[in-house]
């Protein structure tokens, strides 16, 4: 596994404070750039901008991101674009512009606030002229009013005497990985107020931003240049003064007229202070029910409040036509495309503490039930066949072909074939409606998807006659190290599941939704033949078991491929399929994330120890844990907890715990990992909580690291909260089981 340095506490103290409260960078350093962006991002569940500087900094990557703000590219169909960047300050210090890439950084600092969201930077700066300044930059994008971001401005001259010019500005037309998106409608300013109205090309989603540049200090002069507003004031030492940018952002899919409401809105919005004080409350509210607490170990303790906080802070709030892209909203990766990421990894945390939330990323999939059936009946098949990249339309935007290295063109699989995301969007459906009781949601939303893909499954499967099974032939399954095999056991247990519990959910609307149950009888073509027919089909879809140790197959013909020693390859720093190559990598027992432990812990309630041990012991070993998925290590943590392997567990924990924070897979570049943020939650609450669902609630059996000295938060199950105050004296072992349950708030 790959060695984390991090674990100790020098480098805990160089990431936090004391509480864990705090993401700290104590020095500035280039080579780290793009990745401190990554880490240092700001959202709100409507926009994301990347941890770049006001002023800008040589080769940087400034991004905002908007939900549902997609634009034709070649070869991926559509990408979510990087909106104008509101963020621009240029000052200059008596005629020498500010930068960090010049003059002397004295001293340097940014944080960011986990429980307030607001990303800070002191520097003491000294310009090449020999001046000496200190800045502090703060910066928010409100919780409270979506469409709101702000900055202050505080700068002190240590010892020099002359003028200070702060310029605001918008770039208009900034590019998607040098991709053009924009074209500018109208541009323009008067006296402390600017504004933009933009446009993308193709989609024509159109774009309105408004700012204003205020300030407490009768010493500054303000005007318009322009397109820009500028601000000047002349300083003596010691003097300290500030400035505020307030900016307001709507596009299309809020209003037909963006610019002028965002006009409006900046007019309406009250002072910086008023602003702030607001988005600090909103956040409050939100920490009152999400936050984990552990005691005796800072490192996890900062880092899980982290990943907490960077879903939380993406989470579509008011808008259920949009969904959290892999990166979140804080990089380019995978061009904002939703994947099965959001429903396995990310919303059971929403579902147990936000659900809300839950229900806008769900009722997502619901709207894009038409394209999905339109893709089931392109390929031939019956129902709703969902789309493993899906945007703005819920069309299939997974590439076909993409160029390799070389120029040459390669065939891409997954938009045909990795289909388990039928289930796994069923499955997250589920989860939510057993755990909220909604039924309202499941009988006019859920379950026309759920029965649809079932629908879908029925098609899909075919019947071996040697073998008196079902087969499902020609699939990915989350190991996409081996594309095009037959039987992936992830695949096919879940659709055992599937058809199961497709079946029980029309028992149960038949009995309590009578209406719901007629229209889809007529609508999805259910009848008492087909449901016997998807019985049959579970009952004899085949899965490759060995009876005798509960050993998994994770597809036909695995266990014939080549055994490869990972020590043998020790000092790589890419993943085995990067290192070997596409097709040698397939020909091997190298795991990209292991299918079939991934199925187990989802199923967790259906299979004994002893046929997870025997997977653990098979499969652990053939996984790719350091440059493999950034999927698998927290769900390899969660099994090992379920084998009393609480040491092992932290491992893998804290390799997902850490993957953005100290960049462990060298690629948080791109963006946060969101599945990884969900996965480490996760790995917390079912892992070490060992929390599992029954009839009357959520009870916990924990497990905790040797480390830990308390374990709290609260979960929400059917309207209710369920606090867990967990101790190493009520940990779960071989003699002993303690299940501690709470009472409802």
Same mark, same amino acid.
């Given at each position: 596994?790959?060695?984390?340095?991090?674990?100790?506490s020098?480098?805990?103290?160089?990431?936090?404070?004391?509480k864990?409260?705090?993401?700290?960078? $104590?020095g500035?350093?280039?080579?780290?750039?793009h990745?401190?962006?990554?880490?240092?991002?700001l959202?709100?569940?409507?926009?994301?901008?990347?941890?770049?500087f006001?002023?800008?900094?040589?080769?940087?990557?400034?991004?905002?991101?908007?939900?549902?703000?997609?634009?034709?590219?070649?070869?991926a169909?559509?990408?979510?674009?990087?909106?104008?960047?509101?963020?621009?300050l240029?000052?200059?210090?008596?005629?020498?512009?500010?930068?960090?890439?010049?003059?002397?950084?004295?001293?340097?600092?940014?944080?960011?606030?986990?429980?307030?969201?607001?990303?800070?930077?002191?520097?003491?700066?000294?310009?090449p002229?020999?001046?000496?300044?200190e800045?502090?930059?703060?910066?928010?994008?409100?919780?409270?009013?979506?469409?709101?971001?702000?900055? $202050?401005?505080?700068?002190?001259?240590?010892? *020099?005497?002359?003028?200070?010019?702060?310029?605001?500005?918008?770039?208009?037309?900034?590019?998607?990985?040098?991709?053009?998106?924009?074209k500018?409608?109208?541009?323009?300013?008067?006296?402390?107020?600017?504004?933009?109205?933009?446009?993308?090309?193709?989609?024509q989603?159109?774009?309105?931003?408004?700012?204003?540049?205020?300030?407490?200090?009768?010493?500054?002069?303000?005007?318009?240049?322009?397109?820009? @507003?500028e601000?000047?004031?002349?300083?003596?030492?010691?003097?300290t003064?500030?400035?505020?940018?307030?900016?307001?952002?709507f596009?299309?899919?809020?209003?037909?007229?963006?610019?002028? @409401?965002?006009?409006?809105r900046?007019?309406e919005?009250?002072?910086y202070?008023?602003?702030?004080?607001?988005?600090?409350?909103?956040?409050?509210?939100?920490?009152?029910?999400?936050? @984990?607490?552990?005691?005796?170990?800072?490192?996890?303790?900062?880092s899980?409040?982290?990943?907490?906080?960077?879903?939380?802070?993406?989470?579509?709030?008011?808008?259920?036509?949009?969904?959290?892209?892999?990166?979140?909203l804080?990089?380019f990766?995978y061009?904002?495309?939703?994947?099965?990421?959001?429903?396995?990894?990310?919303?059971?945390?929403? @579902?147990?503490?936000q659900?809300a939330?839950?229900?806008?990323?769900?009722?997502?999939?619901?709207?894009t039930?038409p394209?999905?059936?339109?893709?089931?009946?392109?390929?031939?098949?019956?129902?709703?066949?969902?789309?493993?990249?899906?945007?703005?339309?819920?069309?299939?935007?997974?590439?076909?072909?993409?160029?390799?290295?070389?120029?040459?063109?390669?065939?891409?699989?997954?938009?045909?074939?990795?289909?388990?995301?039928?289930?796994?969007?069923?499955?997250?459906?589920?989860?939510?409606?057993?755990?909220?009781?909604?039924?309202?949601?499941?009988?006019?939303?859920?379950?026309?998807?759920?029965?649809?893909?079932?629908?879908?499954?029925?098609?899909?499967?075919?019947?071996?006659?040697?073998?008196?099974?079902?087969?499902?032939?020609?699939?990915?399954?989350?190991?996409?190290?081996?594309? $095009?095999?037959?039987?992936?056991?992830?695949?096919?247990?879940?659709?055992?599941?599937?058809?199961?519990?497709?079946?029980?959910?029309?028992e149960?609307?038949s009995?309590?939704?009578l209406?719901?149950?007629?229209?889809?009888?007529?609508?999805?073509?259910?009848?008492?033949?087909?449901?016997?027919?998807?019985?049959e089909?579970?009952?004899?879809?085949f899965?490759?078991?060995?009876?005798?140790?509960?050993?998994?197959?994770?597809?036909?013909?695995?266990?014939?491929?080549?055994?490869?020693?990972?020590?043998?390859?020790?000092?790589?720093?890419?993943?085995?399929?990067?290192?070997?190559?596409?097709?040698?990598?397939?020909?091997?027992?190298?795991?990209?994330?292991?299918?079939?432990?991934?199925?187990?812990?989802?199923?967790?309630?259906?299979?004994?120890?002893?046929?997870?041990?025997?997977?653990?012991?098979?499969?652990?070993? $053939?996984?790719?844990?350091?440059?493999?998925?950034?999927?698998?290590?927290a769900?390899?943590?969660?099994?090992?907890?379920?084998?009393?392997r609480?040491?092992?567990?932290?491992?893998?924990?804290?390799?997902?715990?850490?993957?953005?924070?100290?960049?462990?897979?060298?690629n948080?570049?791109?963006?946060?990992?969101?599945?990884?943020?969900?996965?480490?939650w996760?790995?917390?609450?079912?892992? *070490?909580?060992?929390?599992?669902?029954?009839?009357?609630?959520?009870?916990?059996?924990?497990?905790?690291?040797?480390?830990?000295?308390?374990l709290?938060?609260k979960l929400?199950?059917?309207?209710?909260?369920?606090? *867990?105050?967990?101790?190493p004296?009520?940990?779960?072992?071989?003699?002993?089981?303690?299940?501690v349950?709470?009472?409802?708030?």
């Amino acid at each position: 596994m790959l060695h984390l340095a991090a674990h100790n506490s020098g480098q805990a103290q160089n990431l936090t404070d004391s509480k864990g409260t705090h993401v700290i960078e $104590r020095g500035f350093d280039p080579q780290k750039l793009h990745h401190q962006e990554t880490v240092f991002n700001l959202s709100n569940g409507y926009l994301g901008t990347r941890g770049t500087f006001e002023e800008g900094y040589p080769q940087d990557s400034p991004a905002t991101m908007i939900h549902g703000v997609y634009d034709d590219v070649e070869i991926a169909k559509t990408e979510l674009v990087n909106c104008p960047n509101w963020l621009a300050l240029t000052i200059t210090i008596d005629g020498q512009r500010f930068g960090m890439e010049s003059g002397e950084i004295l001293t340097y600092e940014r944080r960011l606030d986990l429980r307030l969201g607001i990303l800070s930077r002191n520097v003491r700066w000294r310009s090449p002229n020999g001046q000496t300044v200190e800045f502090n930059f703060e910066r928010f994008v409100s919780l409270a009013d979506r469409h709101t971001l702000a900055i $202050r401005c505080q700068i002190t001259s240590i010892d *020099f005497e002359g003028e200070v010019k702060i310029t605001s500005g918008f770039d208009a037309e900034p590019t998607t990985q040098g991709r053009p998106h924009w074209k500018t409608i109208e541009w323009g300013s008067k006296d402390n107020v600017m504004w933009l109205h933009t446009q993308t090309k193709s989609s024509q989603i159109q774009l309105g931003m408004a700012a204003k540049l205020t300030t407490q200090d009768d010493e500054f002069v303000i005007s318009s240049t322009d397109s820009q @507003v500028e601000a000047k004031c002349y300083f003596l030492p010691g003097q300290t003064f500030g400035v505020e940018k307030i900016v307001t952002i709507f596009t299309s899919r809020d209003t037909e007229i963006p610019l002028d @409401v965002a006009l409006d809105r900046l007019a309406e919005n009250p002072s910086y202070p008023s602003l702030l004080a607001a988005h600090i409350a909103a956040w409050d509210l939100v920490w009152k029910d999400n936050d @984990v607490i552990i005691e005796g170990d800072t490192l996890a303790q900062l880092s899980v409040r982290y990943n907490i906080f960077q879903l939380l802070a993406v989470a579509p709030r008011n808008d259920d036509r949009v969904s959290i892209p892999p990166k979140t909203l804080s990089g380019f990766g995978y061009r904002g495309h939703i994947f099965w990421d959001t429903e396995i990894f990310i919303l059971p945390l929403l @579902v147990l503490t936000q659900p809300a939330l839950a229900r806008n990323l769900l009722n997502y999939r619901y709207h894009t039930l038409p394209q999905a059936r339109l893709k089931a009946q392109e390929m031939g098949f019956e129902g709703a066949m969902f789309a493993w990249e899906s945007a703005d339309t819920g069309e299939e935007v997974t590439p076909r072909w993409v160029p390799d290295p070389n120029g040459e063109m390669v065939r891409i699989w997954c938009g045909d074939l990795e289909i388990h995301i039928n289930s796994d969007i069923a499955y997250a459906a589920w989860q939510y409606w057993k755990t909220t009781g909604d039924d309202e949601w499941m009988s006019s939303y859920g379950a026309e998807m759920f029965l649809d893909t079932a629908n879908f499954w029925e098609s899909r499967v075919e019947w071996n006659e040697t073998r008196d099974c079902y087969d499902i032939r020609d699939v990915i399954g989350p190991d996409e190290n081996h594309d $095009r095999v037959d039987n992936n056991a992830f695949t096919n247990l879940m659709v055992r599941w599937h058809l199961k519990s497709a079946i029980t959910l029309w028992e149960w609307l038949s009995q309590d939704c009578l209406e719901t149950a007629s229209h889809l009888a007529d609508a999805l073509k259910i009848s008492p033949e087909k449901l016997q027919h998807w019985a049959e089909i579970a009952d004899q879809i085949f899965i490759n078991i060995d009876s005798s140790t509960g050993l998994i197959e994770q597809f036909d013909g695995f266990f014939d491929l080549e055994y490869v020693n990972f020590a043998d390859y020790q000092s790589r720093t890419t993943s085995m399929q990067g290192l070997l190559g596409i097709e040698e990598t397939s020909k091997k027992q190298i795991l990209k994330q292991p299918d079939v432990l991934m199925v187990l812990y989802l199923l967790r309630d259906l299979y004994d120890t002893q046929t997870l041990q025997a997977n653990w012991d098979y499969y652990t070993p $053939r996984t790719d844990h350091s440059y493999g998925s950034s999927l698998g290590p927290a769900i390899n943590a969660i099994v090992a907890c379920d084998l009393d392997r609480a040491n092992t567990a932290y491992d893998h924990f804290m390799q997902a715990a850490l993957v953005d924070l100290v960049n462990v897979r060298l690629n948080a570049n791109d963006g946060v990992h969101a599945a990884s943020a969900g996965g480490v939650w996760q790995a917390v609450i079912f892992g *070490f909580g060992g929390v599992r669902m029954t009839e009357s609630g959520p009870v916990a059996c924990a497990k905790l690291p040797t480390n830990w000295k308390r374990l709290q938060f609260k979960l929400k199950w059917h309207g209710e909260w369920h606090e *867990f105050d967990l101790r190493p004296e009520l940990v779960c072992n071989d003699d002993k089981t303690t299940e501690v349950f709470q009472a409802s708030a």
